[in-house]
T-cell receptor, first 113, second 114 residues
């Protein structure tokens, strides 16, 4: 089944403890992206990657890192999480990123205490 | 600055009626626009894509219009059903340094009552 898989689904952590949220797609998509969703603010893009050679910042990249070492995986790294990063996170992918629909993962609810 | 505006108030309609949702934008010149459905706690699901040279697109009970002069898209659900209750997001193409990515509006919640 074609899908975008995120893990974990729920994560509770403490301030400053490094964490990684994994994202994997099995559709051979070139484009992948991370969004965070907060009440009243909607979906905001953190980082995106056009392919394994190109990764760029979205609207809210501060405090996050990403890695695109292979086409199928696009992990989101929080090196020193803070409470303002408590949010619902979504990974998404599309075939090329141009004129294409996005496939979203199920989301990761992160709470930073 | 670039803005995407969707009605923040929930739209309440009766089953069987047509729901119309609005997406207005400023300072964008998107080559295409997309609409997504999102249920609580779940990832958005793609519904329709319309290109700048298309005035209208249909898919079953869904219809999208795209007016690049008014900088507006309208999303219609005809013969609405309670199962159509969800939040609907519009998304616009935005270009960064020659690359294309999608930016989302905040969404409008639709509530269809029996």
């Amino acid at each position: 089944e074609a899908q975008v898989t995120q893990n974990p689904r729920y994560l509770i952590t403490v301030t400053g403890k490094k964490l990684t949220v994994t994202c994997s797609q099995n559709m051979n998509h070139e484009y992948m992206s991370w969004y965070r969703q907060d009440p009243g603010l909607g979906l905001r893009q953190i980082y995106y990657s056009m392919n394994v050679e190109v990764t760029d910042k979205g609207d809210v990249p501060e405090g996050y890192k990403v890695s695109r070492k292979e086409k199928r995986n696009f992990p989101l790294i929080l090196e020193s999480p803070s409470p303002n990063q408590t949010s619902l996170y979504f990974c998404a992918s599309s075939l090329t990123g141009f004129n294409e629909k996005l496939f979203f993962g199920s989301g990761t609810q992160l709470s930073v205490l | 600055s670039q803005k995407i505006e969707q009605n923040s108030e929930a739209l309440n309609i009766q089953e069987g009626k047509t729901a119309t949702l609005t997406c207005n934008y400023t300072n964008y010149s998107p080559a295409y626009l997309q609409w997504y459905r999102q249920d609580p706690g779940r990832g958005p699901v793609f519904l329709l894509l319309i290109r700048e040279n298309e005035k209208e697109k249909r898919k079953e009970r869904l219809k999208v219009t795209f007016d690049t002069t008014l900088k507006q898209s309208l999303f219609h659900i005809t013969a609405s059903q309670p199962a159509d209750s969800a939040t609907y997001l519009c998304a616009l193409e935005r270009t960064y340094s020659g690359y294309s990515t999608l930016t989302f509006g905040k969404g409008t919640m639709l509530l269809v009552s029996p």
